[in-house]
């Protein structure tokens, strides 16, 4: 009995995917993209007057990079990168374009979701959200209800999976209708050499295609090495407190004077004690990291979410390098 459920543990009856293969790929898919909205605010950060849409659209970049990657590897090779690098794939064809929408702008709007859902949160126990906001109270409410859902199928579909009951281990593969299999190169690589002894248009399309998809495959494999390289390293510094990387960047010193767009007056130098967005004694003094100025909590919230930026010093920055000060 025992053996038995071993066994059924690690390799389903039904597709003969183990599922620690197919939690493995779950996870790769995961660190993949939060290696790419790593390297993206990184980027942004490091190099903020070229690259500063890089930080403040970080979760967009990753998207676009997200469907470039996973349509290429859908389109070649009938799987996902990270299903593709565990040598799994999905039987027959694929549809391609519900299953790229699954893989990447589900996942994009659940974290959208959860984002706006913290933020709201917080504005509340702040007491920042307008008293009349009917759409906000609605979500606030009903969020919680809908995540619980969509987490207690996940964690039920896995189960089934293990336990071989079902055929998917996860909504996206259900929906899709997509199921796992060992990948087959001469069953799912949908990808042709070059045409040799045609005509030269045709030929000349064909290494075209060829060189193309080569090109597309050396470049995920380079962007995939370079973000978990910037992630192991952080991780490394961050262990030995000396992270050069650290919110994407060294914290500069804080300029003499304050930026045009905040302060209009005569007077530019910055005052002691004073919030340089409202110009009075800070109020839940909060701490901007890529700064290292201080304001009041509720001034710079709104800031960051108008404005993406440090109202100082221009720096991009977001909601999460904020820390609240205690005295």
Known sequence: ?????????????????????????????????????????????????????????????????????????????????????????????????????????????????????????????????APNDKLRRIFLRFYPYFYFVTRGSYFLLTLLYTLGRSDFHCMELFLSGSRLEQFDKGKHYRFSSPVVGSNLLIRYLSYTKYILSSSADIGINALVLGAHILQMMEFWYQNNDVSPFQKGSVVPPPPDELSSAVCQSQDRHLPKGKCPLCKESVVNETVLTTSGFAFCYTCIVRHLIEHNTCPVTGYPSTVDALIKVYQ
């Open 1 to 129: 009995m025992a053996s038995a459920f071993g066994a059924q543990l690690a390799r389903s009856a039904i597709s003969g995917i183990s599922i620690f293969d197919v939690l493995a790929i779950d996870d790769l898919t995961i660190g993949f993209r939060t290696g790419l909205k790593y390297l993206a605010d990184f980027s942004g950060q490091t190099w903020p007057h070229r690259l500063k849409f890089l930080y403040v659209y970080s979760d967009e970049v990753v998207l676009a990079l997200e469907l470039f990657l996973q349509y290429h590897h859908l389109k070649k090779y009938n799987a996902s990168f990270a299903e593709k690098f565990y040598g799994v794939a999905r039987d027959g064809k694929v549809k391609l374009l519900r299953t790229l929408l699954l893989i990447t702008a589900l996942p994009y709007l659940s974290s959208k979701l959860e984002a706006t859902f913290r933020r709201w949160k917080d504005d509340e126990a702040e007491g920042t959200q």
